[in-house]
């Protein structure tokens, strides 16, 4: 029997090879997909979500477990989308325009991913415009927009504009090293996430 605590084991330890191998086992035995998503997947993730929180891991050790999660997902996603299952929402994210940073942006994608949303990464330098476009073609319903750099955070509140302007309502959820809480309520964000964990809780509480 395939067993999902351990998928959840192999997740947090970061083992990609492990992490396929009993997702796919998971698979053949027929069990359900979202079960394999929920108790092997998402349950390492949220483990390592909490340890990074509490500075028990740090970045490296983080997107280890990201990477070994996401090449699990690439066998699992088939059979999520046969059975149906809908992603918890859909989320763009990018860094914004004039900024080339993607480290932390990166890491908030695969944990998003891990969570269970359906992610498209923008990566980086993204113009409000292009955030506007996917908004509309893909219906997206939350945006995530990152800035390492005081200089380019203006472009989050441009993006907020923009979208303002074309009367959209996705919600836009920012973070980033000189990005505060106070910023966020200062441009009109919805949320604002001071680490990785904590955009996948504000997301969650976004697309509630």
Do not use: W
């Amino acid at each position: 029997m395939a067993d999902l605590k351990a998928l959840a084991e192999v997740i947090i330890k970061g083992d990609q090879a492990t992490a396929v191998s009993i997702t796919k086992e998971a698979i053949e035995e027929g069990l359900a997909p979202k079960t394999i998503l929920d108790e092997g997947l998402i349950a390492g993730m949220d483990v390592v979500g909490a340890r990074f929180k509490k500075n028990e891991v740090y970045i490296p050790e983080v997107l280890i477990s990201a990477r070994a999660m996401k090449m699990a997902m690439e066998v699992l996603e088939p059979e999520l989308v046969k059975a149906g299952v809908e992603p918890l929402g859909k989320l763009a994210i990018g860094t914004v325009q004039g900024d080339l940073h993607d480290i932390g942006k990166n890491l908030v994608a695969m944990m998003l991913k891990g969570a269970g949303f359906e992610v498209i990464d923008l990566g980086v330098d993204v113009k409000p415009e292009k955030f506007v476009e996917k908004i509309k073609e893909d219906g997206v319903q939350l945006i995530g927009i990152s800035a390492l750099l005081t200089t380019t955070m203006p472009g989050m509140e441009k993006t907020i504009k923009a979208l303002k302007d074309e009367g959209l309502s996705a919600k836009v959820m920012i973070g980033g090293a000189p990005v505060t809480q106070e910023y966020a309520n200062k441009i009109g964000a919805d949320g604002y996430a001071p680490d990785a964990a904590s955009a996948v809780d504000i997301a969650k509480s976004l697309v509630a």
